[in-house]
Each structure stands twice: as structure tokens, then as C-alpha cells.
T-cell receptor, first 113, second 112 residues
């Protein structure tokens, strides 16, 4: 079955710096890759996703890149702000939301003022 | 996106008892899922709740321990049976909407 590895487990940056979180997946048939942000005590919130027919997607300060050949995808956050501090999870699945998501272990991001 | 609610939001239970968690959506959805998030950990899929048929369980999860109901397209329940302290977790339902999954607020369960 699918396995998703996520790195780093913790990331500490200064406000205004960029943050990059990387994930690799094992099942070459996976074609949907969402990223969720989870603040303490709250539900995971979808922040961006990408499908296998696209190599890069951007939404304001957040971007995701996908390399299907290498089976890895990354989350890029530019101009980080303290409110970006949270745990970020990557996931992979077949066929998008209709299918089960396999999550990475998570990255705890701390943005220091 | 769909508005998803869960009841209860949290509970403290004694070992050996059972708890039923409800998930309600404000629109009809085809796919509903139940996840477990152990303290400080990632999300693990328990099962897919299928309307009109039995749930599909992931490896390591069985129907006797986590029975699931899906009576219609807006509602599902997950029961955690014969609980032990190892069942202390957050249980989250999620729904598919426009080919994307959205999560409910979760139920924080503590088993003493």
C-alpha cells in the first residue's frame, strides 16, 4: 500500500523567511496530493492541493510542487508570519477526495517574530 | 465547503465501556471517512463509511471494535467498543466534497 514520508519533523524559522516541507510517496498510481494545516486543538484545514497533471500550484504565499518521476512533492511558504505556526501534514491518494488519504507524519513549524 | 459537526466534542470514559460518536453534514455527500489521531501523531484512516452497505475497514481496524453506521447521505456514527486507555485519541470524520476531503472538528476521547 501507499506510504508517505515527510521531512523535517520540526522546522523553526524567523518571521519573513521561507519554509519548505518535503514529502515522498511510494505508490506511483497516487494522483492527488493535499496539504493540511492543523493548529493546536483544531481540525486539519486544507490549505492547498495538487493533482498529478500539474507540476506546480501557487496560492498567495503558499506553493506546492510535484515531481511524479521522483515521487515527491513539497510545500513552500514564503514571507512566513507567526500565524503560520502549526503542524502541517501532507497526504497522498488515488482519485482525490473519493479515496482514502494516506498522511505523512507531520511537520511542526514554528515562526519566531 | 460543507459544514461538518461532531458529537460529543470530548468525553472521558471508563475502560470496558463504549462510546458512539456522531458526524453530521449539512449537505448530502457520497463518501465519509473516519480517522484516528493519537496524541501528537498523524491521522490514520479507520474506515470508509459507505451509505447502504458495510463500512470498509483498513488494516488493523475491525468491525467488532469500531462498528460504523451510515444510514443516509448526511450522517454517520462510529462506536469505540470495549475501550481501553490505548483508545484515547481524537476521532475525526471527513467528507468528500468536489473531490476534496474536509474534516469535522473531532471528538477528543480519554479512557481511564
Amino acid at each position: 500500500g501507499e506510504n508517505v514520508e515527510q521531512h523535517p519533523s520540526t522546522l523553526s524559522v524567523q518571521e519573513g523567511d521561507s519554509a519548505v516541507i518535503k514529502c515522498t510517496y511510494s505508490d506511483s498510481a497516487s494522483n492527488y496530493f493535499p496539504w493540511y494545516k492543523q493548529e493546536l486543538g483544531k481540525r486539519p484545514q486544507l490549505i492547498i492541493d495538487i493533482r498529478s497533471n500539474v507540476g506546480e500550484k501557487k496560492d498567495q504565499r503558499i506553493a506546492v510542487t510535484l515531481n511524479k518521476t521522483a515521487k515527491h512533492f513539497s510545500l513552500h511558504i514564503t514571507e512566513t508570519q507567526p500565524e503560520d505556526s502549526a503542524v502541517y501534514f501532507c497526504a497522498a491518494s488515488l482519485s482525490g477526495g473519493y479515496n482514502k488519504l494516506i498522511f505523512g507524519a507531520g511537520t511542526r513549524l514554528a515562526v519566531h517574530p | 465547503s460543507a459544514v461538518i459537526s461532531q458529537k460529543p466534542s470530548r468525553d472521558i470514559c471508563q475502560r470496558g465501556t463504549s462510546l458512539t460518536i456522531q458526524c453530521q453534514v449539512d449537505s448530502q455527500v457520497t463518501m465519509m471517512f473516519w480517522y484516528r489521531q493519537q496524541p501528537g501523531q498523524s491521522l490514520t484512516l479507520i474506515a470508509t463509511a459507505n451509505q447502504g452497505s458495510e463500512a470498509t475497514y483498513e488494516s488493523g481496524f475491525v468491525i467488532d471494535k469500531f462498528p460504523i453506521s451510515r444510514p443516509n447521505l448526511t450522517f454517520s456514527t462510529l462506536t469505540v467498543s470495549n475501550m481501553s486507555p490505548e483508545d484515547s485519541s481524537i476521532y475525526l470524520c471527513s467528507v468528500d466534497e468536489t473531490d476534496t476531503q474536509y474534516f469535522g472538528p473531532g471528538t477528543r476521547l480519554t479512557v481511564l
